[in-house]
C-alpha cells in the first residue's frame, strides 16, 4: 500500500496539459497513452462533443486499479 500511495501522491501533483485525441469509447489518447475521463461537466463536454477531434486538456491526472484518469479543468480544439 506505501508504494502505490506514494505513486498515486506524486501523479496527482498538480495540472498537466496533453494534446491528443478523443475515441469513441469515451477516452481521452495522448502520448501513447489511453485516459478514462472523469465525470465533470467539461469531461463530459469533451468526451461527446469532440470525438475524433485533436484537443489540447488541461487537468490532473491520477492513477486508479492500472488505469489513468483525468479530471478535465478545460479543453480546447487544437487546429490540424
Known amino acids: ?15 498537466v ?8 469509447n469515451f477516452q481521452f489518447y495522448a ?6 475521463v472523469a465525470n465533470s461537466p467539461e469531461g463530459d463536454d469533451l468526451v461527446t462533443q469532440y470525438i475524433g477531434e485533436k484537443v489540447e486538456v488541461v487537468g490532473t491526472v491520477e492513477e486508479i486499479e492500472d488505469a489513468k ?12
Open 31 to 36: 502520448n501513447g497513452q489511453l485516459y478514462e
Open 1 to 15: 500500500g506505501i508504494i502505490l500511495t506514494a505513486a498515486v501522491s506524486s501523479a496527482t501533483a498538480g495540472e
Open 69 to 80: 484518469v483525468i479530471t478535465v479543468k478545460r479543453f480546447r480544439v487544437v487546429p490540424e
Open 17 to 24: 496539459t496533453l494534446v491528443g485525441e478523443v475515441n469513441d
